[in-house]
Every structure is written in C-alpha cells, then in structure tokens.
DNA sequence: GTCTATATTTGGATAGAC
DNA sequence: GTCTATCCAAATATAGAC
C-alpha cells in the first residue's frame, strides 16, 4: 500500500469524504436552512432544495440518505454555530457580567433563527431524532453552560436548570409572541439580575 | 312567526347549531386531542379521527369545514379549558402564594398535553392561524394573567413578559428534555420565589 | 348525516440511463 | 454525479348515491 492510498482512503479525491463532496453537503444544508428560514422548519421540500442549489431532487440522495439525514446535518451545523458562538465569550469581569453576555447570545442566537430553534431545542419534527454524533454536539453545550454557571457559583443541576428555563423562556415568548420584535429580548439582562440576586453571585 | 319558530332559529333541532350537531363536534374535538397526546400534534389525520369516533373521514366535513377548522376548535377548547382552571385559582393569602398556585396549575396544565402546548403557545402547525374568536380567548387567558399580577404588585409590561417567560421556560424544558419527569417542573416554586424576591413581593 | 368512490395533490424515495 | 421517469404512499377534499 502506497503513501499514495492512505492518503485516498483519509481524504479521498472524489466520493464521499472527498473536499468536493463535503462542499456540496454543506452547500445543501445552507440551502435547507434559508428556506426554512423564510417558510418554515416544516414548509420545505427536497424538491425546493434541489432547486436552490441547482439541482433535481434525485441528485440530493447523493449527499443525503433521506430528509431526516439532512435536518440531522442541519441540527449539528446548528450546535456547532452555537458552540462557535459561546466559545468566543468572554469570561473576564464580574460572574454576573460573564452570565449577562452568555444569556445574550443564546437568547440572540434562537431569535435570530425561529426555525433553527425549533429543530435544536423544541424537538418538533415528526420523525427526527438526532443521530449520536450530533447529540454529542448538543451535550458539548450543555457541558460548555454547566461550565460557565459553576464558574459563577451556580454549580448545581437546579442552577443549571432554572438558567436554562429562563433564558429558552425568554426566547420561546419572543419568538411565539413577538417575533421579530425586542418585547422580550430586551428583557434579558432584567432576567439575568434577578437570577443572580437570587444566586447570591455578584 | 310562532315562538316555536324563533326558538327554532336560535336552536335548531337537526342541522349545524343544534344540541346533536354540538355534541357530535366536541366528540371530534376530543378524539383529536387522545390522537395529538399520543402521536404528537401533526401524527395524526382525519381518517384516524373519523376512525375513532366511527365514522369515515369525508363525514367530519359535516362538523368541520377542514383540518384547520378542526385545528381552530382544539385551540378554543384549550383555551376554555386553562380559562375555567385559572378561574377557580384562590386569590387568598399572601400574593407570593397566589403567584405559586396560578405557576403550578400553568405549568402543570401544559405539561399535560405537550401537544396542546404546542398547539396554543407555540404556534408551530404549519398553515394554522387561530381564528379571531378562537383567538379572543387566548387574550382572556393573558387578561386574567395580568388580573393576578397586578393584584399581586406586578402590574407593568416587564412584570407581565418576565412571567410568562419564566412559566413558559420551565414548561419549554420539561416537555422538550425531560418528558414525562419532574425535573424542571419541581423548580416552579423556587422560580416564582426568584421572580416575587426581584420583584419585592411578598 | 353517512356512506362509497374518487379526484387531486403532493412529496419522499428508487431504478436505471448517461 | 446528475439526470428523467416513475413508483408508492399518504392525506385532504369533493361528488353524488342512499
């Protein structure tokens, strides 16, 4: 075995696992994401894909095993944008500061996108689940939140908890109720001292 | 024109309006909402209703002029129902108590029936809009909300979306993680205590 | 009011040529 | 890898007999 053939069997020219094939994959999920965006998580085809990438619906299965397989490589670009997000924190200044910036960006970041809410964190999909690969994805926020929180002395799994009821409450009410609005988003840092009060942090 | 014939006019004997007519459609209504508890809000479609209550799918075109109307009647029914649990809360004792009574039954009733949350405050059912009286009920649930808060101290805009936020996280995250558990749902006390303390109720 | 039969549409998925 | 053609299944909704 040549040098040669290891290197095809890592990252091979063409087929699956090619550069070219992950390109189109991702060009695909981009695709998804904009129409559900503007229709919907639910009101979108693989026909309409296809078209947006200039394609013909047959040709996604190339990509894809089925629509599931694609909203499952949509939910863990989902994680992996959020987990880009919460990385870039910074943790320096008071607990309370560092709680108020993580509360803001995932609060902007589920209003940004209703519909990317919905597939990460409503679980509203007919027959999806997430496969394990993508779930590990999710879990890694979580770890990444539990980190922040015990950071800031609110360590335990009722602290976690109540911090995740408050911040997704937050942005399931603005995007059911006002979307594209500010009525409950400018609400967040209001929310975050009124955790904090009650988490004895500063 | 007799009394018989005015009394007619109010309440037909046969036909839509009449006592039969009502009790068929309610009969629907509560097939659906067995249907959405067990198969999820969209798992379920008119031949399984018609199924349930007897009958062939064209025949619910008697009672309803679609799914969507059908959608629409579950929505009021829900609504009906939240309204008549919220109405029979006790107002007695210290507003902080008041508060935890109306989250308990709140959060209680939505995790219930993930479904009819979903259907009532999530609005995700793709081509659904409540209809304008359907949707009049919807705003006597946010009126008697508001009633409680204000009574209790809470009475400003803020105080009203912070609520709500809060009440609907905790639902949010039972339904969504931890279906069929306690873990979130156990937090509602010490979150209406965070929310009085901030709040500087009592 | 209920039925049978059917229209209509849609959308996911596969077969096989190129 | 992409296409055309097609299958298959489902689901809403309508027509018209009884």
Known sequence: MTLGTVMAM???VRGPGSPRHADTRREIVSAA???????????????????????????????????????????????????????????????????RRVARVYVGFCVAN???????????????????SSYAL?????RLTREVLDAAGAGSQADLDLWTALVTG???QQISNDPGGR????????????????????
Chains 1, 2 share one sequence.
């Open 183 to 202: 009525r409950w988003r400018r609400l967040t840092d209001d929310a975050v001292t009124m955790y904090a009060a009650a988490r004895c942090l500063r």
């Open 114 to 132: 209703p519909a990317r809410y919905q597939l990460m964190f409503l679980r509203t999909v007919p027959g999806f689940t997430p496969s394990q």
């Open 10 to 12: 890592a990252a091979p």
């Open 33 to 99: 994401w904009d129409l559900a965006a503007e229709r919907g998580l639910l009101g979108w085809t693989l026909k309409d894909v296809a078209e947006v990438v200039g394609m013909r619906a047959p040709s996604l299965y190339v990509y894809f095993a089925g629509k599931n397989d694609l909203y499952d490589a949509m939910y863990a670009d989902g994680c992996t944008a959020l987990l880009a997000r919460g990385e870039r924190i910074s943790r320096d200044g008071a607990p309370v500061d560092v709680l």
């Open 170 to 172: 937050l942005a399931t």
């Open 138 to 142: 999710a879990l890694e926020i979580l």
